[in-house]
């Protein structure tokens, strides 16, 4: 961090600002959906009119599939990234992928939350899995409260949950596995999951009656729906909810190396998180920052969080195999 951060509207940076704005752009790789994502950079935008945004979405295997290839033919397009799966940001980290840069706003963010040493990346939220159900279709009692309750067989041919490429689908299998143990999956298999790009995809086609339940849904998902008065129903197992992070670093020769550090100075600190859980409804790993409109507390959820991102890496190969087996063709 620069000895004197120059404070701004809310926040504290040391990137050189002038520069920033004379880049004149700034772009975004991101796995969150394109509408809150662009919600995100237009708050950004706002701040920094000066500063064109750009985005572009992809599921965490994909977009870092993207990256890679486009690093490999020295081809610079992106300046700061966001991936939900932690191997990968540790994969990206070990390529020196990332510029480090100490913001004045990673002193709000615990130890566990930051690069080590500090500066390559931070958790910029926090996703969680539960299970989510119609509640026009359906009674809270008649919803499943269990994850063992997913298995009874009249939800067969009614269930959704995200392709393989997600990282919190990842987090679900990693955390749940060894906890309802080995059997469970092999068992769910058996319903005939539909697997989804997008959180938006599933609980659109939850609140039009296509599915019955959503496996591994994502939270912040149902508060965006429940805003919009989608008749959404949101089960917390007693057992927890896996949850994983989304992980913000800047990447290494970006096209606006001013403009991504000016980003994270301001997108780390309580504006922009703010601006975060109002686009996307996501909740802040900064203690000082309250949850989303609509949303309950992380200091109320049992998140059951992976405790070694290497092991979490290394387990990614044989989850993808066996979650493509469970899910089939069926996308």
């Not at 809310?10 to 790789?29: I, M, Q, R, S």
């Not at 509408?35 to 995100?40: F, H, R, T």
């Not at 026009?136 to 490429?165: C, F, H, Q, R």
């Amino acid at each position: 961090m620069c000895d004197k951060p120059r404070q701004m509207d809310g926040f504290k940076t040391c990137a050189d600002v002038e520069k920033a704005e004379a880049e004149g752009a700034f772009v975004l790789y991101s796995t969150d959906p394109e509408a809150g994502q662009a919600k995100l950079v237009a708050a950004f935008n706002k701040a920094f009119p000066k500063i064109k945004t750009n985005y572009f979405r992809l599921q965490a295997g994909a977009l870092y599939a993207k990256v890679l290839s486009e690093r490999q033919a020295k081809s610079h397009l992106v300046d700061v990234i966001q991936l939900s799966d932690m191997g990968m940001i540790l994969d990206f980290q070990r390529k020196n992928g990332f510029v480090q840069y100490v913001s004045p706003e990673m002193a709000a963010f615990k130890p566990e939350y930051k690069s080590k040493p500090e500066g390559y990346w931070t958790w910029g939220s926090v996703i969680m899995g539960g299970i989510a159900y119609n509640n026009k279709n359906m009674t809270e009692a008649e919803a499943p409260k269990k994850w063992e309750d997913l298995l009874d067989p009249k939800w067969a041919d009614g269930i959704n949950v995200k392709v393989s490429n997600s990282g919190l689908q990842h987090g679900i299998w990693y955390m749940l596995k060894p906890l309802l143990g080995d059997d469970y999956f092999r068992k769910f298999a058996a319903q005939k999951p539909r697997a989804f790009d997008s959180y938006v995809q599933q609980y659109d086609r939850l609140t039009n009656g296509q599915d019955k339940l959503i496996m591994g849904a994502q939270y912040s998902g149902a508060v965006e729906f429940q805003g919009k008065g989608a008749p959404i129903g949101f089960v917390f197992p007693e057992l927890g909810v896996p949850a994983v992070s989304e992980t913000y670093g800047i990447v290494a020769d970006g096209p606006h190396p001013n403009a991504g550090k000016l980003f994270m100075d301001w997108f780390l600190s309580p504006v922009g998180q703010a601006a975060l859980a109002d686009a996307l409804a996501l909740h802040s790993p900064r203690e000082d920052v309250p949850p989303p409109k609509g949303a309950i507390p992380l200091t109320r959820m049992k998140l059951l969080i992976p405790a070694d991102w290497d092991a979490f890496e290394k387990d990614r190969p044989s989850f993808a195999k066996e979650w493509d087996r469970i899910v089939g063709a069926r996308r």
